[in-house]
């Protein structure tokens, strides 16, 4: 059992920089590969990003790549989604995910039902 909290939504303008963070409980963090989805409303939730256990590899959807990092520390059990460049249509609701690849596992998911925990999401409102 993977519980997510996620932190650091707020309003921003159009070209600002935010950083949302992502603490995940349990000890066995490192054998998950963690994502980030967004919600905007009356859309389907999107696949924004997702990493590695180990954190060397990382995996971005063609709309963020460029603008957004995705990071993790997995002494802390946390991974981050730091958001540059921001446009008005990257308002949404972003979501922390995780799917449990094991110790040795990689996986590279992009859809909603291939995560098996999902934090409550933090609003992130970019204004033009």
């Known amino acids: 059992q993977v519980q997510l909290v996620e932190s650091g939504g707020g309003l921003v303008q159009a070209g600002g920089s935010l950083r949302l963070s992502c603490a995940a409980s349990?000890?066995?963090?490192?054998?998950?590969?963690m994502g980030w989805f967004r919600q905007a409303p009356e859309k389907e939730r999107e696949f924004v990003a997702c990493?590695?256990?180990?954190?060397?590899?990382?995996y971005y959807a063609d709309s963020v790549k460029g603008r957004f990092t995705i990071s993790r520390d997995n002494a802390k059990n946390t991974v981050n989604l730091q958001m540059n460049s921001l446009k008005p249509e990257d308002t949404a609701s972003y979501y922390c995910?995780?799917?449990?690849?094991?110790?040795?596992?990689?996986?590279?998911?992009?859809?909603?039902?291939?995560?098996?925990?999902w934090g409550q999401g933090t609003q992130v409102t970019v204004s033009s």
């Open positions: 995910a995780a799917d449990y690849v094991g110790p040795s596992g990689s996986r590279w998911p992009s859809r909603t039902d291939e995560y098996d925990y």
């Open positions: 349990g000890r066995t963090f490192s054998t998950y590969t």
């Open positions: 990493i590695s256990r180990s954190g060397l590899m990382t």
